[in-house]
């Protein structure tokens, strides 16, 4: 007897600056076709909504085309499109969103639109199989620093802790920035890393023995680009090599000590860690051996997966087709501010 295939689930992601399609079945990943638009936001230093939503225009239709190539299956066989409906810029946002909705009327499939941070946790799925449950999740990007207690990945995720200013990778940027490193910093600034000193240059670590779950990185990166001009001033060369090692060593010395102690005051030996900063080499380290000697069984998606991507929000919509969740009304709509909590609009 031939066991029947689970549906076949295309996501579409354009929450910030990638036009991501990703095509899933069950927790197999088929297909993950992204197009960036980085480039184009390099010369002004950060993400220009209105580039990124032309951007997302340009580059919807031949992005999901890849995918299904890649897969080796047409519009036709696809069973249900997951959206991306926030949090995120509100026009990148709605190119996706209305795309989604097109694709959903045209082919007569149920349309799933959600929470970007949520298909953040469940692209892990694709790599490592289910997500245990309870599991506490890590997210670092260029727009978010958050702790979040995964009960159920398709329908209770709750906050634990988020950043109360710049997120950890909007702080990479603007020191990479300082440092004349390209955008975006995360590369260049790991890269740079490797060969500096982490023990090289005292920079502070906020909220780091406070007993919430929260993060503050923008007095760090002002501590970085004072130390920096105040070298410059005095006519001395810039260690770059060590004051990226520095900064980097800080970021990921709060990043896993809180995630450790939200761990711990929740009971958890599960932690997942996703978002575009998972994929840097030292937060990975560190997290490893942290986890390690507390206990925690640590789960981190291969880089390609950490960024935005098409596969996360295809991932997150197999989940909601696998436990019959409710699809979406066709008039559902963008929200930039989309809480966690709402895992399905």
């Given at each position: 007897?031939?066991?029947?295939l689970?549906?076949?689930?295309?996501?579409i992601?354009?929450?910030?600056?990638?036009?991501?399609?990703?095509l899933?079945?069950?927790?197999?990943?088929?297909?993950?076709?992204?197009?960036?638009?980085v480039a184009?936001?390099?010369?002004?230093?950060?993400?220009?909504?209105?580039?990124?939503?032309?951007?997302?225009?340009?580059?919807?239709?031949?992005?999901?085309?890849?995918?299904?190539?890649?897969?080796?299956?047409?519009l036709?066989?696809?069973d249900?499109?997951?959206?991306?409906?926030?949090?995120?810029?509100?026009?990148?946002?709605?190119?996706?969103?209305?795309?989604?909705?097109?694709y959903?009327?045209?082919?007569?499939?149920p349309?799933?639109?959600?929470?970007?941070?949520?298909?953040?946790?469940a692209?892990?799925?694709?790599?490592?199989?289910?997500l245990?449950?309870p599991?506490?999740?890590?997210?670092?990007?260029?727009?978010?620093?958050?702790?979040?207690?995964?009960?159920?990945?398709?329908?209770?995720?709750?906050?634990l802790?988020?950043?109360i200013?710049?997120?950890?990778?909007?702080?990479?940027?603007?020191?990479?920035?300082?440092?004349?490193?390209?955008?975006?910093?995360?590369?260049?600034?790991?890269?740079e890393?490797?060969?500096?000193?982490?023990a090289?240059?005292?920079?502070?670590?906020?909220?780091?023995?406070?007993?919430t779950l929260?993060?503050?990185?923008?007095?760090?990166?002002?501590?970085?680009?004072?130390?920096?001009?105040?070298?410059?001033?005095a006519?001395?060369?810039?260690?770059?090599?060590?004051v990226?090692?520095?900064?980097?060593?800080?970021?990921?010395?709060?990043?896993?000590?809180?995630?450790?102690?939200?761990?711990?005051?929740?009971?958890?030996d599960?932690?997942?860690?996703?978002?575009?900063?998972a994929?840097?080499?030292?937060?990975?380290?560190?997290?490893?051996?942290?986890?390690?000697?507390a206990?925690?069984r640590?789960?981190v998606?291969?880089?390609?997966?950490?960024?935005?991507?098409?596969?996360?929000?295809?991932a997150?919509?197999?989940?909601?087709?696998?436990?019959?969740?409710?699809?979406?009304?066709?008039?559902?709509?963008?929200?930039?501010?989309?809480?966690?909590?709402?895992?399905?609009?």
């Amino acid at each position: 007897m031939t066991t029947p295939l689970a549906p076949l689930v295309l996501g579409i992601e354009t929450s910030c600056d990638e036009t991501g399609a990703g095509l899933v079945r069950g927790h197999e990943l088929l297909a993950d076709s992204v197009a960036s638009s980085v480039a184009e936001h390099a010369r002004f230093g950060g993400v220009v909504p209105e580039v990124a939503s032309r951007a997302h225009l340009e580059a919807m239709v031949p992005a999901v085309d890849r995918a299904l190539a890649t897969a080796g299956v047409t519009l036709a066989d696809v069973d249900a499109i997951a959206v991306t409906a926030g949090p995120g810029l509100t026009g990148a946002l709605l190119v996706g969103v209305s795309a989604a909705k097109a694709y959903a009327l045209a082919l007569g499939k149920p349309l799933y639109a959600v929470n970007h941070l949520a298909a953040h946790i469940a692209v892990d799925q694709l790599e490592h199989g289910a997500l245990p449950e309870p599991a506490i999740a890590l997210l670092v990007s260029g727009g978010h620093s958050s702790l979040l207690l995964a009960r159920d990945i398709a329908g209770d995720v709750q906050p634990l802790g988020a950043t109360i200013d710049d997120a950890a990778g909007e702080a990479y940027d603007k020191v990479a920035r300082v440092l004349g490193l390209p955008f975006p910093g995360g590369p260049p600034i790991d890269q740079e890393a490797r060969g500096g000193d982490p023990a090289a240059i005292a920079f502070p670590r906020a909220k780091y023995r406070d007993q919430t779950l929260d993060f503050s990185f923008s007095g760090l990166k002002t501590a970085v680009a004072r130390w920096v001009e105040d070298r410059r001033a005095a006519g001395a060369s810039v260690p770059v090599a060590d004051v990226a090692a520095s900064f980097q060593e800080a970021v990921a010395d709060v990043l896993t000590r809180k995630a450790v102690q939200a761990c711990r005051a929740n009971g958890v030996d599960h932690l997942v860690i996703g978002g575009g900063v998972a994929a840097n080499s030292r937060l990975r380290a560190l997290a490893a051996e942290r986890c390690e000697a507390a206990g925690i069984r640590l789960r981190v998606p291969r880089p390609g997966l950490c960024t935005d991507n098409g596969a996360m929000v295809a991932a997150l919509g197999a989940e909601l087709v696998a436990r019959d969740a409710k699809p979406s009304l066709l008039d559902v709509g963008a929200d930039s501010a989309l809480p966690v909590t709402s895992v399905l609009v």
